[in-house]
């Protein structure tokens, strides 16, 4: 029940078109949902996150949609970048909790 | 605002040494949590503390790993007579007082045992 499932596991996206990566989770408690990027060799950097009580947040490029009653939520890349070029994690917590990760996928943004 | 700074960034042990890896929170934070990444693995948590405070070690092996945050200075994870399988990237990350879970990460220690 705590686990974040996430996909899909790589993906490939010519420059200027949508990246978009998907993750589900099972526990209701659940209440704030962040989305990671991570570059080699550095750390996990947090790039956008919502809350339950709203179905979209959109950040520049980034935009998160959020579907309670599917228990699903996606991160989209519009007009994707090779700077774009990362791993990416969605994630899930309940209050201070710890941070429960998807396993994360590798975003490849060729020119 | 410097971020969360973790030391060392890359520490190389033998098998059977100890291993102290230390993590100090951005100004304000009081929140610590500890979370291990294998390599083309994601992370998993380890342990949440608060100052003087364990709150959640469940993802913390039994054995040999402790982690504490004294009231002054930095958060350490310790790692007690290596083993191969403990060489990972070890990441700290805080979060504010206010308790919510906007957990910023550091650099991380790369730990390779020998």
């Known amino acids: 029940q705590q686990q974040v499932k996430q996909s899909p596991q790589s993906l490939i996206v010519q420059k200027g078109g949508i990246s978009i990566i998907n993750c589900a989770y099972e526990?209701?408690?659940?209440?704030?949902f962040p989305w990671y990027q991570q570059f080699p060799g550095k750390g996990p950097a947090l790039l956008i996150a919502i809350r339950p009580d709203v179905s979209e947040k959109k950040e520049g490029r980034f935009t998160i949609s959020f579907n309670k009653s599917a228990k699903q939520f996606s991160l989209h890349i519009m007009d994707s970048q090779p700077g774009d070029s990362a791993t990416y994690f969605c994630?899930?917590?309940?209050?201070?909790?710890?941070?429960?990760f998807g396993t994360g996928t590798r975003l490849q943004v060729f020119p | 605002n410097a971020g969360v700074m973790q030391n060392p960034r890359h520490l190389v042990r033998r098998r059977g040494q100890e291993a102290r890896l230390r993590c100090s929170p951005m100004?304000?934070?009081?929140?610590v949590y500890w979370y291990r990444q294998l390599p083309e693995e994601g992370l998993k948590f380890m342990v949440y503390l608060q100052k003087e405070n364990i709150i959640d070690e469940s993802g913390m092996p039994k054995e040999r790993f402790s982690a504490e945050f004294p009231k002054e200075g930095p958060s350490i994870l310790r790692i007690q007579q290596v083993v191969r399988g403990d060489s990972a990237a070890y990441f700290c990350a805080s979060s504010p007082q206010t308790g919510r879970t906007e957990a910023f990460f550091g650099q991380g220690t790369r730990l390779t045992v020998v």
């Open positions: 994630a899930a917590s309940k209050g201070t909790d710890k941070l429960i």
């Open positions: 100004k304000g934070h009081s929140h």
């Open positions: 526990n209701t408690a659940f209440d704030y």
